[in-house]
């Protein structure tokens, strides 16, 4: 059995509990980090739009690049070391949803944590990347809180209809 465990910052305990708690010990499980590029992107453009022929080491988006690789592997070893059993490790970088799907290929299970608003169940409890990960997923998800779940009584009264007729 092959799980993924999509690795996000403030959510990732969770997915790293879940993985744990419902992959069989034989398991292969990859915790997964995908970095977004345009943080550094827009750094780099703005660096050569507003500064022309600037020196190229002092790019900002370099910087950006560099510390996000460097945030993405601090989340990998501490995912790593929460999960306490062996695991591979991926960085991936580009459209995070799609990167996520990509990465989910082949899988048995993909594990992913709820990253919108928990204050409530819903679907707005989804962000738009979870969402489409949701929505894509080539193999099974195993959605999960990175909190107790809200009570029941969060969901919004049901619409009024009109009476059924026949």
Do not use: N
């Not at 305990?13 to 980090?33: G, Q, S, Y």
């Not at 995908?34 to 600037?54: I, K, Q, S, W």
């Not at 995912?79 to 459209?95: K, Y």
């Amino acid at each position: 059995m092959t799980v993924i465990a999509w690795i996000v910052e403030g959510t990732w305990p969770a997915c790293v509990d879940a993985a744990r708690a419902h992959a069989p010990e034989h398991a292969d499980i990859t915790l997964l980090h995908v970095a977004d590029p345009c943080a550094p992107g827009a750094a780099h453009g703005a660096y050569a739009g507003l500064l022309g022929r600037a020196h190229p080491a002092r790019d900002p988006g370099t910087a950006l690049e560099h510390l996000a690789s460097a945030a993405g592997e601090r989340l990998l070893t501490a995912a790593a070391e929460r999960l306490g059993r062996p695991c591979a490790r991926q960085e991936r970088t580009g459209r995070v949803e799609r990167e996520v799907v990509a990465a989910a290929e082949g899988a048995d299970l993909l594990v992913l944590a709820r990253d919108g608003d928990r204050s409530r169940l819903g679907p707005h409890s989804l962000g738009p990347a979870s969402r489409f990960v949701v929505d894509h997923a080539p193999c099974p998800v195993l959605l999960v809180w990175p909190e107790p779940a809200p009570s029941t009584a969060t969901i919004p009264p049901a619409p009024p209809h009109p009476p059924h007729h026949r």
